[in-house]
């Protein structure tokens, strides 16, 4: 498949290429698709990621739009450099599920089972409808490029992008955003590991990072207060709990209904 994966960084982070690069293939090596790390004027050293170099580091969403202008394909598979596969790649799965939302003709397809997903049984794709919180997410996800530059804004920070392209611009066009549903995070085809916050080293991510013998090509980034590291923590089992309470509720009524 002629997707290309844009791994969208910057110069400030080229300390976190190698460990990226290194969990990336040694956990995906049979990926199909071409390989392109977004920077500014470095390139990292590997045969296999080629440059895609934007040049002076304006703002995220700007440098993100230039990088799209130079790749001619119809579809993107977009990545940050931050969260590097942590176990190995389900690629058959992988690639079943991006030849499904392109039969749908999905605008976008979040790959990891993230929030919000989607609510629904039986089926290996849901739409995330409009107004639903984060229904545009910077995580790793398929993109169809018209739609991804009708979200973009030049200007705008990652954050921004979430919040203003994901919540505005997003409900105001026709495009389908699909995610994955709640079910199959028990065995999801690809799993990340979350790093960097905020510039910060999250403390799941050191852990990780030591188990693989990588901590020290970030030696120089300081570590997430305990604060935040409790406050991503905490964020990330409220929205969980919150959408599988969802999720069982609309089982048991329609379950309830169907009795009835």
């Given at each position: ?15 976190v290429w190698?460990?990226?690069?290194h969990c ?152 389908k955003f ?83």
């Amino acid at each position: 498949m002629n997707i290309p994966i844009l791994v969208v960084s910057c110069d400030a982070y080229s300390d976190v290429w190698h460990p990226f690069f290194h969990c990336f293939f040694k956990n995906w090596q049979d990926c199909p698709f071409p390989i392109y790390l977004v920077s500014n004027t470095l390139t990292y050293p590997d045969s296999r990621v080629s440059p895609l170099l934007v040049g002076q580091d304006i703002d995220y969403s700007s440098n993100l739009i230039k990088a799209l202008s130079m790749i001619p394909q119809e579809w993107v598979i977009f990545w940050i450099d931050d969260r590097p596969p942590a176990k190995t790649v389900d690629t058959s799965r992988l690639i079943k599920l991006i030849e499904l939302a392109q039969a749908k003709d999905a605008g976008y397809l979040r790959l990891l089972p993230r929030n919000p997903p989607a609510l629904i049984d039986n089926e290996e794709i849901g739409e995330v409808p409009k107004g639903s919180r984060y229904r545009v997410s910077m995580t790793v996800a398929l993109w169809k490029k018209s739609t991804f530059l009708k979200v973009l804004k030049a200007g705008e920070s990652a954050w921004d992008l979430e919040k203003r392209g994901g919540v505005q611009r997003a409900n105001k066009i026709d495009d389908k955003f699909y995610s994955l549903p709640i079910s199959i995070r028990a065995n999801p085809p690809l799993v990340d590991v979350h790093i960097i916050s905020k510039g910060r080293l999250i403390r799941r991510g050191v852990e990780y990072l030591k188990k693989e013998g990588l901590i020290k090509y970030l030696e120089n980034r300081l570590v997430t207060s305990f604060a935040r590291n409790l406050y991503i923590e905490s964020y990330d089992i409220f929205w969980n709990f919150y959408y599988y309470l969802i999720w069982y509720k609309k089982k048991y009524m329609n379950k309830f209904t169907i009795n009835k």
